[in-house]
């Protein structure tokens, strides 16, 4: 279709409806194949052709960064799984700069941590939070911040965020499932089609269900999808998300990805016919929805996901008064008569919620 007779202010208006949905570079690159007259405003063409060559520049020094500190690891012994958008990037869309990533993300064993975060440190990364040494279950990820201008680097040991919802093993299997990746500018590992998929059916429905859905994400699992045909592959994968109490996440991702991907093969596409949500799942679901506003379902939450009696209670106690590497959003200085005052601050910004 001819475009509409749009003023370079009323395009403008459209790209700033887009910017928080990651789709720049993919905009830039479906345009390419366009008649003339089907693309909007030349200035506006251009625009995202400049988006389309800086994400291409970032996803290489990307790939360079991410090559580095997976030959490290591997040079320790340690197997990695690379999650997310770089990996996506070079798994499932024609072109890496397609799929940009704020930072990189790594799945290790639960117990590779301690050397992993030791090799990345002789790399010149420094983790100031250290949260695998505060809690192995409130966090799930150790953030490190990298030398140079390096994307920030999570290091992940579980897959479920803090509520411990996916059954023990889980990490395991993922990792002994993982697929090759070999781009030309990367050589690592990547979950298999259909571990990728179940993660970030939690991920971005069950994790970022507050924020609303996003174009780039709801992309990302249409190109998976499209990875899978084998109908036994997704009946595995239906029977899993019941497991792992996300049935609900992942048919709301494949009812948005069939905006781009079209339906699931024959005798899937009815979702009533689906196994039903366990019953905790259906719980936690409920106070999903409102754990960005509410301290209460945000508390629950993060309770029940912690395991025993006395990992409770150590979540409690550093709810009450978090460890001082925990406090840096909330200090002014690094005066120690502000370390207290950063503790009223944090509690006048839960009370407002409550």
Not at 22 to 36: E, T
Not at 116 to 140: D, I, R, T
Not at 272 to 291: D, G, I, V
């Amino acid at each position: 279709m001819p475009a509409p007779a749009l003023s370079p202010e009323a395009w403008q208006g459209f790209l700033d409806v887009l910017r928080l949905h990651g789709v720049y570079p993919l905009m830039a690159y479906r345009l390419r194949v366009w008649p003339a007259d089907c693309r909007p405003l030349l200035e506006v063409v251009d625009y995202l052709n400049r988006i389309f060559l800086y994400a291409a520049a970032r996803s290489m020094r990307a790939g360079r960064q991410i090559q580095a500190v997976v030959d490290a690891l591997e040079a320790a012994g340690i197997e990695s799984v690379l999650l997310k958008g770089p990996a996506l990037a070079r798994t499932v869309y024609p072109d890496p700069a397609l799929r940009q990533s704020v930072d990189i993300d790594l799945l290790v064993r639960p117990g590779d941590v301690l050397a992993a975060e030791s090799v990345l440190e002789g790399l010149g990364y420094v983790s100031p939070k250290k949260e695998f040494h505060v809690s192995q279950h409130e966090f799930h990820h150790q953030v490190f911040e990298a030398p140079g201008d390096g994307m920030p680097l999570e290091l992940h040991w579980a897959l479920d965020t803090e509520f411990d919802m996916f059954p023990e093993g889980w990490v395991e299997e993922v990792i002994t499932r993982r697929i090759p990746i070999r781009a030309d500018d990367l050589l690592c590992h990547a979950p298999s089609h259909a571990d990728h998929l179940l993660f970030l059916a939690f991920h971005n429905v069950f994790v970022h269900r507050s924020e609303g859905a996003r174009l780039d994400r709801i992309f990302d699992t249409a190109q998976v999808m499209a990875q899978m045909s084998d109908e036994e592959d997704w009946q595995t994968l239906i029977d899993r998300s019941v497991e792992h109490h996300i049935r609900i996440p992942l048919e709301l991702t494949a009812v948005s990805a069939a905006l781009w991907g079209g339906p699931l093969p024959d005798g899937f596409e009815n979702y009533a016919a689906w196994p039903t949500p366990s019953e905790r799942e259906t719980t936690l679901w409920k106070y999903s929805a409102t754990r960005k506003g509410s301290v209460y379902s945000w508390l629950y939450l993060m309770v029940q996901g912690q395991p025993g009696v006395v990992e409770k209670f150590r979540f409690g106690y550093r709810f009450v008064v978090p460890p001082t590497p925990m406090m840096g959003k909330f200090r002014r200085s690094d005066s120690p008569i502000d370390l207290p005052i950063a503790h009223l601050r944090r509690w006048f910004s839960i009370v407002k919620y409550i």
